[in-house]
Every structure is written in structure tokens, then in C-alpha cells.
């Protein structure tokens, strides 16, 4: 996410989940490959439900085609499209200062992203990726 000045900023490990042109996105506390079993934290982005991860597209230029040759495309829409409200209920991340919080403390900040700030998805990579 490009910070005001044009710096940028780090970002969690993520999962992509794109079914038709619709982009669900969730994180994770480890940069590593998941099991069906891993579990699940909400992706601490305006744009993204905390309830289910899916995205209000908005400004977003979605690719016309979804499978695996097009992640770096999506990956690309999602994070050049204008990040302008927070949907549903959930909230985005347990940082103390709330999510305007979270993003300050990483501005111009070389550490790596704050995992322990996650908030519980409570969904496993199984039912994220099956929709349960």
C-alpha cells in the first residue's frame, strides 16, 4: 500500500481467493505455504469484508480471466485500486489504535508487518477457499 509521499509500506502474507470476477482476500501469520487446516486472519485492508474477505471491487480494474496465471493481475488490481471504505462489521485488525493505527505505526517503518494485529477470521483455508 503506497503511503502519502509515495513510500510504501509492508504488507501481511496473503491469500487470494477469485471465483468469476469476484476477489476475496484473506491473511495469514506465517509466509508460508498453507494446509487446508491453517487458520485464517482478516486481510487489514479498506475495501474487505472482515466478515468473509470479499472485496467491493470499486475502482478496481479486475482481469477478465481467473486461474493461476492471472494472480500476479489480480494481485495488481486489488492493491492499485483506491482503498476508500470499510465493509461490514468486523473489525479489520486488533491494534490498539484501530486500523488507522496500525497503518501509521508502519509508516516509513522497516520492520516487518505486525502479525500479532491480525484479527481472527475464524475461518480455516478449507472453508475459505470452499466458500463454507
Known amino acids: 500500500?503506497?503511503?502519502e509521499g509515495g513510500s510504501h509500506r509492508r504488507h501481511p502474507p496473503l491469500?487470494?481467493?477469485v471465483t468469476g470476477r469476484e476477489l476475496w482476500v484473506r491473511a495469514m501469520l506465517e509466509n508460508a505455504r498453507p494446509k487446508p487446516t491453517t487458520k485464517l486472519r482478516v486481510a487489514p485492508y479498506l475495501n474487505?469484508?472482515?466478515e468473509d474477505g470479499l472485496t467491493c471491487q470499486g475502482t478496481m480494474r479486475s482481469?477478465?480471466?481467473a486461474?493461476?496465471?492471472t494472480i500476479p493481475l489480480w494481485e495488481r488490481a486489488f492493491f492499485q485500486s483506491e482503498f476508500t471504505h470499510q465493509t461490514g462489521a468486523r473489525r479489520l485488525t486488533i491494534h490498539p489504535g484501530g486500523f488507522f493505527g496500525l497503518w501509521a505505526s508502519l509508516s516509513g517503518s522497516r520492520k516487518p508487518f505486525p502479525v500479532e494485529h491480525l484479527a481472527p477470521a475464524n475461518q480455516t483455508l478449507l472453508e475459505f477457499v470452499t466458500r463454507e
Request: proline share 7%; glycine share 14%; hydrophobic share 55%.
Open 1 to 3: 500500500m503506497a503511503a
Open 15 to 17: 491469500v487470494w481467493c
Open 48 to 50: 474487505v469484508s472482515g
Open 63 to 65: 482481469p477478465e480471466d
Open 67 to 69: 486461474g493461476v496465471a
